[in-house]
């Protein structure tokens, strides 16, 4: 690999850059502004002032709206859902599932939902 690219690399993680634009990108497609760029300004200024401590961080959603959408998904109340169901709600949301350690077989419970979205 060259010294350039583990450089640039090394910057992405540093300033954890890849997770910002995804949050950013989730947010647009949750909310899906009629103005996006001024939506997006808006949003790194609640960053800014969340960093400072003069505010909340901004939230793609709230737990309500979490707890929501899994009761939608688990549709006989058995208090788990399937991985592809999980994986599909996350794409859905605009966010990623490639990290994702979750077996096949495994049930995603409510708190695991929540800690993913």
Same mark, same amino acid.
């Given at each position: 690999?060259?010294?350039? *690219? *583990?450089?640039?690399?090394?910057?992405?993680?540093?300033?954890?850059?890849?997770?910002?634009?995804?949050?950013?990108?989730?947010?647009?497609?949750?909310?899906?502004?009629?103005?996006?760029?001024?939506?997006?300004?808006?949003?790194?200024?609640?960053?800014?002032?969340?960093?400072?401590?003069?505010?909340?961080?901004?939230?793609?959603?709230?737990?309500?709206?979490?707890?929501?959408?899994?009761?939608?998904?688990?549709?006989?109340?058995?208090?788990?859902?399937?991985?592809?169901?999980?994986?599909?709600?996350?794409?859905?949301?605009?966010?990623?599932?490639?990290?994702?350690?979750?077996?096949?077989? *495994?049930?995603?419970?409510?708190?695991?939902?929540?800690?993913?979205?």
């Amino acid at each position: 690999m060259a010294a350039g *690219e *583990e450089q640039t690399r090394e910057y992405l993680r540093r300033h954890r850059l890849p997770e910002l634009l995804q949050h950013l990108g989730a947010l647009l497609l949750f909310h899906r502004p009629e103005r996006p760029r001024e939506f997006l300004i808006q949003v790194l200024e609640r960053v800014k002032a969340g960093r400072r401590a003069e505010g909340e961080y901004p939230e793609l959603m709230d737990e309500a709206n979490v707890e929501a959408m899994f009761s939608l998904l688990d549709v006989l109340g058995q208090g788990h859902i399937t991985p592809a169901q999980y994986r599909e709600a996350l794409k859905t949301l605009g966010l990623s599932a490639e990290d994702l350690e979750v077996g096949d077989d *495994e049930g995603i419970t409510l708190d695991v939902f929540k800690e993913g979205v």
